[in-house]
């Protein structure tokens, strides 16, 4: 199970579909494969990235079962939910068959802190001993949890044992909590989202590691071990090779259909196909996108990747 040492790249795995919409578990198998050989330390699933909600609650625990069952890592499962009894249930499936975590977002009506303290307790006292990842996430939730509040869960909630920091700006976010944990506060682990856009910046802030589903998940790997090893020039130029996809991937509401596009040309996912309701890429884009991706060959040959 998680614990809170978590550190490297923890993918968001893409839910692969046949082009009729269907489950295409034959690609799931070989996205699992593809993630890790390009360096995941672990992966989550049935995150907002994984169009969780557009799946039933029997494919949902199919899709745990046949990734933990393959792993071979740590497998966070997002167990997000309007209420907490389909929460706990899916938590409990998912930690029976091999899942290492939960993962719970605040839902959108909580507005003040002491409503985000007591959710996150309430969570706490629902999944009992699961450990659990708060994803903090406002672009997406509308909730801001601020770093005080984060350190009173984390206070509160031993459970609560990482954190998917996707804040923006959030870098002050990160040093805010850093500074707890060096005086005296639990530390926890702290995973980072937005498609690797500020992860140098992030670990040099003391992040652990990423969190988030760039579709070259190599990059991310590359890049916080050099920095881990001290060569923080190499880490940039690795990161400044993939910066303009990194950039055109983390358009708001096409996103995802871009990394599909991505991971299917790679050969992870036989489809780029998303669930309805859900769109494709335009001719224009796909141009776009594939230009991108020769540019960034040519910038990879320069650095000897």
């Known amino acids: 199970m998680i614990d809170g040492t978590e550190t490297g790249v923890f993918t968001i795995a893409v839910t692969p579909f046949l082009p009729d919409g269907s489950l295409d578990l034959d690609s799931l198998d070989r996205v699992t494969d593809f993630y890790l050989e390009k360096g995941a330390t672990g992966l989550t699933i049935l995150g907002m990235m994984g169009e969780a909600g557009k799946l039933s609650a029997a494919e949902a625990i199919s899709v745990v079962r046949r990734v933990t069952a393959r792993a071979g890592v740590p497998v966070i499962v997002g167990v997000s939910a309007a209420g907490l009894a389909p929460m706990k249930a899916l938590a ?3 930690m029976e068959a091999g899942a290492a ?10 507005q003040t802190d002491d409503q985000i303290l007591s959710y ?3 969570v706490a006292n629902a999944l009992g001993e699961i450990p659990f990842v708060l994803q903090d996430f406002p672009q997406a939730t509308g909730v801001q949890i601020a770093p005080s509040v984060i350190l009173r869960i984390v206070e509160d909630c031993p459970t609560c044992v990482m954190l ?5 700006p959030g870098l002050d976010k990160i040093s805010t909590l850093r500074a707890a944990s060096q005086g005296g506060s639990r530390r926890i682990s702290i995973l980072c989202g937005n498609g690797g856009l500020f992860l140098p910046e992030e670990m040099e802030r003391g992040a652990d590691g990423a969190m988030t589903g760039f579709s070259y998940p190599e990059m991310m790997a590359q890049v916080i071990e050099a920095h881990t ?4 020039a190499r880490a940039l130029d690795i990161f400044d090779a993939y910066l303009a996809l990194v950039r055109y991937e983390l358009q708001p509401g096409l996103g995802l259909a871009i990394r ?3 991971l299917a040309e790679r ?6 196909t998303l669930r309805a309701p859900g769109a494709g890429l335009r001719p224009e884009a796909v141009a776009e996108v594939t230009r991108l991706i020769a540019r960034q060959k040519v910038k990879l040959a320069a650095l000897d990747l």
């Open 164 to 168: 998917k920091h996707e804040d923006w």
């Open 260 to 262: 599909k596009f991505i």
């Open 101 to 110: 975590g939960a993962m719970v977002a605040p839902p959108w009506t909580l």
């Open 120 to 122: 996150y307790r309430n």
């Open 229 to 232: 090893a001290g060569d923080k």
């Open 267 to 272: 050969g992870a996912i036989a489809s780029p």
């Open 92 to 94: 409990d499936e998912a």
